[in-house]
């Protein structure tokens, strides 16, 4: 499409579902004002929160992902990519957060050593947040002593690690080997997840369970909080 093209499209102007289409369009090329604006108008035509989550933002950041991965993308475009959806995420994240729900567990949650993507990490702690969880997020990049340090700092009842790379993945296992060093496995669910992980590898490294998505990860964290909890009343 031409520039001019470009500029004569006004976002508020289109349907639904061309409006998230144009918002793939802005994603892709990086453009955050747009994505911010797109997110404002579908919120003022009473879309959830989640649904624009999930509908515009994670499925454009799809197509970001699968022209990166074929070599179309090169990493520049994708960090801008990434600041576009960051744009976005910052509008609903206190909308999300926004349930009133109780206080149903704590979380430390950080992407692992060596790895610093932070796109789905940042989405399963704003999801955490929104169903109710107190959410301590470390950032990127994290050795085993700073999970270890913030788990006895903060008196979490789990620990998130997310990973994105086939060459950091591996290092979820020393975090959680380090928790078993110290004998304090067992005082923790350990929660993994991020796009090249799968149920059988969580199993082999000793996690409580892989989360596919942020969803999952609400869901599968909700479950093993009611358990802790009824343990606990069982005395
Ligand atoms: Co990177 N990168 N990247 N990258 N990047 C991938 C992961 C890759 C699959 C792309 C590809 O080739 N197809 C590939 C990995 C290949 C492999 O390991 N087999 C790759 C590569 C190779 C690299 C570099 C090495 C590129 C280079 O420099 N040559 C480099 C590595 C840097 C490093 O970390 N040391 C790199 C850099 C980058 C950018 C900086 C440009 C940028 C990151 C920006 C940022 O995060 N701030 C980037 C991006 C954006 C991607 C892709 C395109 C998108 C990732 C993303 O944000 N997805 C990605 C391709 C892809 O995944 N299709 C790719 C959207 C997000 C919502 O999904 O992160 O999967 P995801 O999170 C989901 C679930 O996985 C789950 O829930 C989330 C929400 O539903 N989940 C959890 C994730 N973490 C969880 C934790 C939990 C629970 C669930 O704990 C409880």
Same mark, same amino acid.
């Given at each position: 499409?031409?520039?001019?093209?470009?500029? /004569?499209?006004?976002?508020?102007?289109? *349907?639904?579902?061309?409006?998230v289409q144009q918002m793939f369009d802005d994603l892709y090329d990086g453009l955050k004002e747009?994505?911010?604006?797109?997110? !404002?108008?579908?919120?003022? $035509? #009473?879309?959830? *929160?989640? $649904?624009?989550?999930?509908?515009?933002?994670? #499925?454009?950041?799809?197509?970001?992902? !699968?022209?990166? $991965?074929?070599?179309? %993308? =090169?990493? *520049?475009?994708?960090l801008l990519a990434a600041n576009a959806m960051k744009g976005g995420m910052a509008i609903l &994240?206190?909308?999300?957060?926004?349930?009133?729900?109780?206080?149903?567990? &704590?979380?430390?949650?950080?992407?692992?050593?060596?790895?610093?993507?932070?796109?789905? &990490?940042?989405?399963?702690?704003?999801?955490?947040?929104?169903?109710?969880?107190?959410?301590?997020?470390?950032?990127?990049?994290? +050795?085993? /002593?700073?999970? %270890? /340090?913030?788990?006895?700092?903060?008196?979490?009842?789990?620990l998130g690690m997310s990973a994105l790379l086939t060459t950091t993945m591996p290092y979820m296992?020393?975090?959680?080997?380090?928790?078993?060093?110290? #004998?304090? $496995?067992? /005082?923790?669910?350990?929660?993994?997840?991020? +796009? *090249? %992980? !799968?149920?059988? =590898?969580?199993?082999?490294?000793?996690?409580?369970?892989?989360?596919?998505?942020?969803?999952?990860?609400?869901?599968?964290?909700?479950?093993?909080?009611?358990?802790?909890? !009824?343990?606990? +009343? +069982?005395?």
């Amino acid at each position: 499409m031409s520039d001019d093209a470009e500029d /004569d499209i006004i976002l508020s102007e289109l *349907p639904d579902d061309e409006l998230v289409q144009q918002m793939f369009d802005d994603l892709y090329d990086g453009l955050k004002e747009e994505i911010e604006e797109g997110v !404002n108008i579908l919120l003022e $035509r #009473g879309w959830e *929160p989640y $649904r624009i989550l999930t509908e515009a933002l994670v #499925g454009g950041m799809t197509i970001v992902g !699968n022209d990166f $991965r074929d070599g179309i %993308l =090169f990493v *520049p475009e994708v960090l801008l990519a990434a600041n576009a959806m960051k744009g976005g995420m910052a509008i609903l &994240k206190p909308l999300l957060a926004e349930t009133g729900a109780p206080r149903v567990g &704590k979380m430390v949650i950080g992407t692992v050593k060596g790895d610093i993507h932070d796109i789905g &990490k940042n989405l399963v702690s704003m999801m955490m947040e929104g169903a109710g969880f107190e959410v301590v997020d470390l950032g990127i990049n994290n +050795a085993a /002593d700073s999970y %270890l /340090d913030a788990l006895a700092a903060e008196d979490a009842d789990i620990l998130g690690m997310s990973a994105l790379l086939t060459t950091t993945m591996p290092y979820m296992k020393v975090v959680i080997d380090a928790l078993v060093e110290k #004998g304090i $496995r067992d /005082d923790y669910t350990v929660l993994v997840g991020g +796009a *090249p %992980l !799968n149920e059988e =590898f969580g199993k082999a490294i000793g996690a409580d369970a892989y989360c596919r998505d942020a969803a999952v990860a609400v869901e599968t964290a909700k479950a093993f909080m009611a358990r802790k909890h !009824n343990q606990m +009343a +069982a005395g």
